[in-house]
Structure formats: structure tokens, C-alpha cells
């Protein structure tokens, strides 16, 4: 049998193993929501659903998040959700200044004419 105070020193130990693990599980899920943030794709990066059970879905092998796989799973839920996407503006909406336009004949261009 093992002694009560080497037991209780291992115990403390795979606690605190378990929390540093926690901790690098969040920290890896922090940065895979700031990659899916960075792609500006989505209105709201969350929606992407990082836990710890899909964490290895985003990893590459050396352990750190793989950014193209970021990317394809942000693609994939667009795909799935289009309504998740951040929206894209183009085109003319018919306002602000479009040009210079030579001002045709007015009252301005005959009070002008008429003062020379």
C-alpha cells in the first residue's frame, strides 16, 4: 500500500494538472473564436460553438488552432446558416456625391451672363 501523504501529493497534483488542461482548453477555444473573428464572415463569432468536445476539430498537429480549419468550419455554418453571415454592402444606393455634372442653363449662369 501506498503511504496517505504520497497519495494525497498526487491527488493535488492531477488537480492541478486538470486545471492547467482546462485553462489551455479554454485559452485554445479564445483563440479559435478571435481566428473566426478575424475572417469578418460572421456578425457575431460565438455563434461559431467551440467546446471542449469539438476543440480537436480546430487543431492542427502540434496542438494549436489551424486557421484554414477555422475558416472551413466558418464556412460550413454560413453554408448551414446563411442568415449567420455578416452582411455585404455594394453599389450605389443613390446617395452622397456621384460626380460633378456641368450645371445647365439656371437663374445662377443668366444673372452672371447679364452682369458682364
Excluded: C
Aim: net charge negative.
Amino acid at each position: 500500500m501506498f503511504q496517505r501523504d504520497y497519495v494525497e501529493q498526487l491527488r493535488a497534483e492531477a488537480a492541478a494538472n486538470r486545471v492547467k488542461a482546462k485553462r489551455a482548453d479554454d485559452l485554445a477555444a479564445r483563440l479559435v473564436l478571435a481566428i473566426a473573428e478575424g475572417t469578418g464572415k460572421l456578425i457575431d463569432a460565438s455563434d461559431l460553438a467551440v467546446s471542449a468536445e469539438v476543440l480537436p476539430e480546430f487543431m492542427d498537429d502540434d496542438g494549436m488552432p489551424d486557421e484554414a480549419k477555422v475558416q472551413e468550419a466558418v464556412a460550413r455554418l454560413i453554408a448551414a446558416r446563411p442568415h449567420l453571415a455578416r452582411p455585404v454592402f455594394a453599389g450605389d444606393v443613390g446617395q452622397g456625391v456621384t460626380g460633378i455634372t456641368e450645371a445647365g442653363p439656371g437663374l445662377g449662369a443668366m444673372l452672371r451672363q447679364a452682369a458682364l
